[in-house]
């Protein structure tokens, strides 16, 4: 009789194969043998996520955890599925259980900002991804959301130098001058302004929201200064 391991080897064999679906029937026979493996239970929800059925991945996620309750790799997967489906309540849970159980799992501290980002709790979000950043500076997007949040509470020079952090890590980004001349107008900078959104347009001609703004204020600039 065949056990669980030789069906689940035989899936990683058909994923190099590019077989996803006959990947998926091994995994199911592998737990039609052993329907307490963890590890089967996570592989199959990370298969059924890569297909786009987040139901079945959350489904398999949760019995994975079920079965091992200190697996962080399956909290972290089932935080990703429950984000894409919408369920920021129940991610921000799951990532938070996935950071518990290893504080190192920095990706997950990031999505579990994301989640609080999403949700609103803009001061919660801010916190963690400067956590991020504190151990992983290279994950610069962080950085680009904490700009976001910053402006979003009105902290418009926290905003700004968040911005212009971003900027000298991905100098391209069209919507980081963009939210950076939004900051500045805030703060009634009108040619700081000006300038952010020309370079934002530079980057990103079709941007109609830069465009729109830089006209406007140039024509404010050149009736009234």
Not at 12 to 25: F, Q, S
Not at 67 to 95: Q, T
Request: with cysteine; hydrophobic share 40%; charged share 30%.
């Amino acid at each position: 009789m065949e056990n669980a391991e030789k069906h689940m080897d035989r899936a990683c064999v058909c994923l190099r194969e590019g077989k996803m679906r006959d990947a998926i029937n091994e995994y199911k026979e592998a737990l039609k043998i052993d329907p307490l493996n963890a590890i089967a239970h996570k592989s199959l929800g990370s298969l059924y996520y890569r297909q786009t059925m987040l139901d079945e991945s959350i489904a398999e996620f949760e019995e994975s955890i079920k079965h091992n309750p200190n697996y962080a790799d399956a909290y972290y997967e089932l935080g990703v599925s429950l984000y894409r489906r919408g369920r920021l309540v129940d991610s921000i849970e799951a990532f938070r259980h996935a950071v518990k159980i290893n504080p190192n799992f920095h990706i997950a501290r990031y999505w579990l900002g994301l989640s609080y980002y999403y949700s609103g709790k803009l001061k919660e979000a801010i916190d963690y991804f400067k956590q991020v950043l504190e151990k992983e500076a290279h994950v610069v997007v962080a950085r680009y959301h904490i700009g976001i949040a910053y402006s979003r509470i009105g902290k418009f020079n926290e905003a700004i130098a968040e911005f212009e952090k971003f900027l000298k890590d991905v100098p391209a980004s069209a919507a980081a001058y963009y939210n950076l001349g939004k900051a500045y107008y805030n703060k009634g900078e009108l040619d700081l302004t000006i300038d952010a959104f020309k370079k934002a347009v530079a980057l990103d001609p079709e941007d109609e929201r830069s465009k729109k703004n830089l006209a406007t204020l140039e024509d404010v600039r050149s009736k009234f200064f």
